[in-house]
């Protein structure tokens, strides 16, 4: 779906080179995370995609063709979210939804069906400046996917969201990715990396040192250990054990047959651990 | 010789009906627009102000002499269209701006030209109505309506354009006042043309206009009104082309 060969690109007024040679490629219903702290180069990198920034140099292709030959057609395909809700507050849910659907000559969702998937058809009528974060985080989510795009930029989703509506804009976009949409996804949110992504890149000051999936990076960087807490002598006690070997290791075998187990865990890195390992800086 | 011919008015066919179908999809997409910004000015409060103003307008006329009502009327509409209209524009952009749906207004298949003139209509719906009441109150402007109704329009779209083009650099109203200011004033000034030479004045748009809404219709002739039409529309091709070039570089490709 989306081809990216040593995209350099620089601001006009930087010397430093916003992106310096970056490659990947995202494929077809595919949720493709891009990590990385503020000013990493990943709002950049979103501009060039979607056919903001022209002046770029290298190849940035979607479906085979260069982004910088796309016309106002272009749009018909790709859906975007940004951070913060890009609304009109003065108007209603439902009037919002309108503007946005009149640009569309494709086939679109029926505003009730989106609406009353993300709780907000009661509140259809409403203003939105009257709305929560949350309420304005969603309807600007399905603002974006009102056209079925075939290519979807998210950028932080969940941001704002409580945890029952953060579950269902998750359950949503892989849904999205389960019938056929391309999402490219901006965070500092490991969770939803995570949860979310079949792969990620890290993004640091304009390179991605690491594209992989979250599985493989998770094992590749965990220490191949397991960690029990238990209870011994009503005392709370923590031990560690090599995965090598795991079944016939008798001292393992007679602590978990003879005290009360607490909590077991593998010992796989999380995304914010390799990230902080491979570019030495933090998320956020 | 002869299957070519059918050829070619079958391919000038296929072109004409794809250009057809364009215009028709390009109008239906910038009439729809225009209706939702007219809604978000209604909503914004422009019309309740318009409105009031309006109405000032009116009562200020009904007592003053029918003597000089033609002039006062004149330079009330002629700020009407272009002082409220630069700076409604720029206040509908600045909002605009302030909810963050410009951003996503430009990544969607609207094209920036629908957007421009979306706006310039909208307001010059506005403008034209305001200005059609107080040029049509008897003693006004009645003899000489479509004169009025032309300057009107093409004084709001020229206008509008500016405004535009002015507000896509500003961040605040501040900034935009500064800018419409300095434009005004380069607007404004050659009005003192007219009175030394009224003829080569009416190259300036504002001379043009002015001229069109004060003629009386007794004065006015077809040669120059032709005139002052033909370079009002060519100072809106230049704004038109001003406000584009602004957005692409401000707003679009920042």
Sequence with gaps: MIRVENLLYSYANQGVPALKNISFKVNDQEIFGFLGPSGAGKSTTQKVMTGILKNYQGSVTLKGREVNNFNKQFYENIGV????????????????????????????????????????????????????????????????ILHKPKLLFLDEPTSGLDPSNSRMLKDFILELRDNGTTIFLTTHNMTDADELCDR?????????????????????????????????????????????GLGSNNEFLQLINHNEIETIHTQEATLEDIFLAVTGKQLS | MILCSILSIDFLAIKFRRMKNSIIKNTAQLLKLAHFDVLFQYKQ??????????????????????????????????????????????????????QNVLQSLFITPMKLSTYIFSKAISLTLIATLVSSAIGFIPGAMLDRCLSMLASVILCSLFFTFLGLGVSSRANTLNEYFGGILLAGLVMVVPLALFFIHPVLSMIFPINAAVTLLITPATQQTLVSNIAGISVLICWNIVAYRYAMSQFNKNIIHK
């Design chain 1, 200 to 244: 990620v890149a890290f993004m640091i000051d304009g390179q991605l040192p690491v594209i992989d999936s979250p599985e493989k990076l998770k094992l590749q960087h965990g220490r191949k250990t397991l960690k029990i807490r238990y209870k011994a002598d009503m005392q709370l006690e923590t031990k560690e054990f090599s995965l090598h």
């Design chain 1, 81 to 144: 979210a940004f951070e913060f809700p890009n609304l009109y507050l003065k108007f209603t849910a439902l009037e919002n939804l309108a503007l946005f659907a009149s640009f569309y000559t494709c086939e679109k969702y029926d505003f009730q069906e989106l609406l009353s998937r993300v709780g907000l058809w009661e509140d259809r009528n409403l203003p939105v400046e009257a709305f929560s974060k949350g309420m304005r985080m969603r309807l600007n989510f399905i603002r974006a």
């Design chain 2, 45 to 98: 409060g422009f019309y309740l102000v318009y409105a009031i103003l309006t109405a000032v307008y009116l009562l200020l006329l009904f007592y003053l002499p029918e003597t000089v009502r033609p002039e006062v009327a004149a330079y009330l509409i002629l700020s009407d269209t272009s002082v409220l209209g630069m700076v409604f524009v720029g206040a509908l952009v600045l909002l605009e701006k302030q």
